[in-house]
């Protein structure tokens, strides 16, 4: 008699979330495969999907019970989960009863499920008083965030992975989708295969795996996206390869666009990229010929002091062009993690609300603290990731909790960070691992449910 048992999930991993099958036999042993009747995979996973098993079977290293330092100076020792609990809550309220609820933080995860995120986002802005609540999806996502408000009005990703089999030109732009988004990536390359005719060009200073299936790679010097889309732009304009009914039914200041894209010549633009001409006008008569063109996008655009002006000026090609809002096309965003969409959905970020409502609004804020049943939310949005670890540093915020987030390892200036850590009141982690670097700086460590062993939701880069 056959006992295994098989169960649908998700990936933990990256933003694509394939859907997987778990079976458990008898011995509770777990091995994973491919949902084949799941449609952002359709049965196919990568290297880090297939070996999920032993990721949930590995019990070397996890955190099995609270633990707790009574001073600074003591090592952690294990504790019930009612001290733990008893502990937590009398020390943040002590700190937030003496320095104000701006005197506390939370820092969580794109790893989280969105319930989680809504219950820690209510928890803090809706309860505490305070909108110090951000994200590691932060360090990746929020250029794009603020990209879409700015350009589409809105923080939507405006297109699904059925659209790639659509297209017929793909710009990658910062991103290398065949090491990262594995799976996303089988299904451009099998549409490239049966249809030689689509084009796909590149814009990376390295020369990566993505690279090999292009037909142009834009080797740019590093930080010069702006430039390159602006040329684009310019050379999309002049060639007339522009959709004027488009720009003029749906879009605003096309000739503020205009400008920016004509502050240099083709000639300086691709001087300054260091790249030829040639591909510039190259990348443009793609764009401009293609019929259904979509751009996508990660981190190299993402990560940077001027993201959002990158996301931007990227965004407005598929407006120019009026490559949005219709089957085949539009700006795609591949998100890192497995649930930065949903978190960015129930407003997990320092400056963002749930149900995409604008914290800036009055009106919005009084709806979801109404909706909630607790204190007024504030109107100026709290620290964010980075901001945290500054505030710890320089002692205005007191007590900080970290979930599912390793940032002494995933910050930038991780120097900074561990002084801020050892500088703080009060630490919480709560994770699944004594191997997360940051558990050390923990004053209450407590264990955490991990992938498999909890139930809930993730969205996609698709927003599935």
Known sequence: MNSTKTHKTICSYC???????????????????????????????????????????????????????WSRNHPLQRVSWDAAFERAAAVFKSIIAKHGPDSVGFYVSGQCLTEEYYLINKLTKGFIGTNNID????????SAVVGYKKTLGEDSVPICYEDIELADCFLIAGANPAWCHPILYRRLEKHKEENPQVKVIVVDPRKTQTCAGADLHLQILPGTDVILFNAIARRLIDKRKIDVAFIKKHTANFEACKEMAYTLTLKEAAKKCGIPVADIRKAAEYIGNAKKFISMWTMGLNQSVIGVAKNVSLLNLSLLTGQIGKPGSGPFSLTGQPNAMGGREVGGMASLLAAHKNLGNPKHRKEVSDFWGG?????????????MFDALDEGKLKAIWIICTNPAVSMPNVKKVERALKKAKFVVVQDISHNSETTKFADLLLPAAGWLEKEGTMTNSERR
């Open 375 to 387: 204190g007024e939310i504030q109107a100026e949005p709290g620290y964010t990731a980075t901001e």
């Open 135 to 142: 994200t590691n999806s932060r360090l990746c996502m929020s």
């Open 15 to 69: 933003g694509v979330g394939c859907g997987m099958l778990v079976d458990v036999d008898a011995k509770g042993t777990i091995s994973v495969d491919g949902n084949p009747d799941y449609p952002s995979n359709k049965g196919m996973l990568c290297t880090k999907g297939r070996n999920l098993n032993y990721v949930a079977q590995d019990t070397t290293d996890r955190i099995l019970y609270p633990e707790m330092k």
